[in-house]
């Protein structure tokens, strides 16, 4: 995989695993003879969790083909496998005498800080439209912000679904926002979803598969996620065509038969950088001039990739490296076996979401708020831990992406930094916003008794050890006034006890 030799006054362009852009970072306009290419697959890196063996295979096939496409252009690739990341690099410059390596900015805090320490040179991270230093001075002279005032300002400096108005540039359909169109109960008409392409598995992907650890756990890679940059445009172009239109009404809904309803599943692509978020929205604004998708529909889908997935981005880089810390519920409890896989479980929404991710390395946002992040919350389930198996197990896992969205949005580890109220609930929104509720044995509307639905015990026990702390939310207000009214409250405290010892053991 390696080849020694060459001239040391050309200097090498370091391509890390989730930068695989031909025409961005370190690589943009460059041509075959000016520089060799380095990729490093590390040893410690791989062994460093217990992977979903999609995640796995995507990320090192993604690689392999990104440096088989370079080799066919004419470039010198030297691919790596090494035990750390630091080792190929040593290993790499002792073979080549290289004096020069590029990179663009790591996504991570860590990978950073492992450049500026091998001494190298880094071009501006372009990955995302919004970098985190505009962000950084974005955010300065706010006492707070939140993420709809970064999202307007994104759609303004962007251009992105604006017309013009009587008063200037306005928003495209009159208003910002359309939630209100697009939190429908899931439907009961047993319509047909949007169907993915599968794309065939390769000798690459099958090299990959045949070496992925024994520790991997999850379905065998099947062709579901891309792996090149073809593959991407193609999930992309499938996506504005037959998915966008039927993706905003029921965006929140959750289908025990359906693990991604219309959902773009296109995020595994841009971590990765084999599609850019702009090419990604500006497809998304085209079909609503076009006609092609309603404007709810448009809207919705442009807010998760130009609003909250830049904002997450964001506020990583400007509150790491204290913020992967943070524990400010003091949550202790081990990730339960139920989602791991490890234990059966006989709630069915859990039971469902899980083998959702066993089967695709992938669930979709309410799944991973409202079933995993809402009962790791409400049982108080150790933040850092939770994050580690999130990052681990879904396919567009990242720390970047995990440690807000788990920390901040799901376990409001933060304090309320990321968002004002936790994201807890009861078995109520879970019976209204999906289908489980329908086969199981718990009750969503109890709170006691054996049939009582774990989620609404564990609610009002969660806001009755918290309610000193959230006393002053005004968010909260209603709800903390509800749970002081019941009259049966020690009896949902003491079978709340007795269900996250059952969670723990894996016997729920």
């Not at 450049?115 to 955010?139: I, K, M, P, S």
């Not at 997935?309 to 990730?335: C, H, I, K, Q, S």
Request: hydrophobic content about 40%; overall charge negative.
């Amino acid at each position: 995989m390696t080849a020694s030799g060459g001239s040391n006054d050309v200097p090498t362009v370091w391509v890390l695993g989730d930068q695989l852009r031909r025409e961005g970072g370190a690589l943009a306009g460059r041509r075959p003879g000016e520089c060799r290419v380095l990729l490093v697959v590390s040893e410690r890196k791989i062994g460093s969790k217990r992977w979903h063996r999609q995640r796995l295979h995507l990320v090192l096939s993604a690689m392999l083909h990104f440096a088989d496409e370079l080799r066919e252009e004419g470039f010198d690739v030297d691919v790596r496998r090494a035990p750390t990341l630091a080792a190929g690099v040593a290993a790499h410059r002792d073979d080549y005498g290289v004096e020069r390596i590029i990179a663009m900015e790591p996504m991570s805090w860590d990978g950073r800080e492992l450049l500026d320490r091998l001494g190298v040179e880094t071009v501006r991270n372009d990955q995302f439209l919004c970098h985190y230093d505009d962000f950084a001075e974005w955010a300065a002279d706010r006492d707070t912000f939140k993420m709809e005032d970064f999202y307007r300002w994104q759609r303004r400096r962007l251009d992105v679904l604006m017309e013009d108005g009587p008063n200037g540039a306005e928003p495209a359909g009159g208003q910002w926002n359309f939630d209100h169109d697009n939190r429908e109960r899931p439907p009961k008409d047993g319509r047909a979803w949007p169907v993915i392409t599968r794309f065939d598995l390769d000798h690459i992907d099958r090299e990959v598969i045949d070496h992925l650890p024994d520790t991997c756990w999850g379905a065998a890679p099947d062709g579901t996620w891309p792996v090149t940059r073809r593959q991407a445009l193609a999930r992309l172009d499938e996506f504005i065509a037959t998915g966008l239109a039927p993706f905003g009404p029921h965006e929140d809904a959750m289908l025990a038969a359906e693990w991604k309803l219309a959902h773009s599943v296109l995020s595994s692509s841009m971590n990765l950088g084999l599609l850019h978020p702009g090419e990604v929205v500006d497809a998304a604004a085209e079909a609503w001039w076009a006609g092609d998708a309603p404007i709810s529909s448009v809207e919705g889908f442009v807010r998760q990739v130009i609003g909250w997935r830049e904002y997450v981005w964001g506020v990583f880089w400007l509150w790491m490296p204290g913020y992967r810390g943070v524990n400010d519920l003091g949550a202790t409890r081990p990730v339960p076996p139920a989602f791991t896989g490890a234990a059966p479980t006989e709630m069915a929404c859990v039971g469902n979401a899980v083998g959702h991710l066993h089967d695709h390395g992938y669930t979709h946002h309410i799944e991973r708020l409202m079933v995993f992040g809402n009962l790791a919350l409400t049982a108080g389930v150790d933040p850092a831990a939770m994050t580690d198996w999130m990052w681990a197990s879904f396919v567009d896992g990242a720390e970047w992406v995990m440690l807000p969205n788990v920390l901040g949005m799901a376990l409001h580890a933060d304090g309320g930094r990321m968002a004002t109220k936790p994201y807890a609930s009861g078995g109520a929104y879970l019976n209204r916003m999906s289908d489980s509720c329908r086969g199981c044995r718990f009750d969503p509307k109890r709170r006691t008794g054996d049939d009582a639905c774990p989620f609404t015990t564990l609610y009002w026990d969660f806001l009755a050890r918290h309610a000193d702390r959230f006393a002053g939310n005004h968010r909260l207000a209603r709800q903390l006034a509800a749970m002081r009214q019941l009259d049966d409250l020690p009896a949902v405290r003491e079978r709340a006890v007795r269900i996250v010892a059952a969670l723990d053991a894996g016997d729920l």
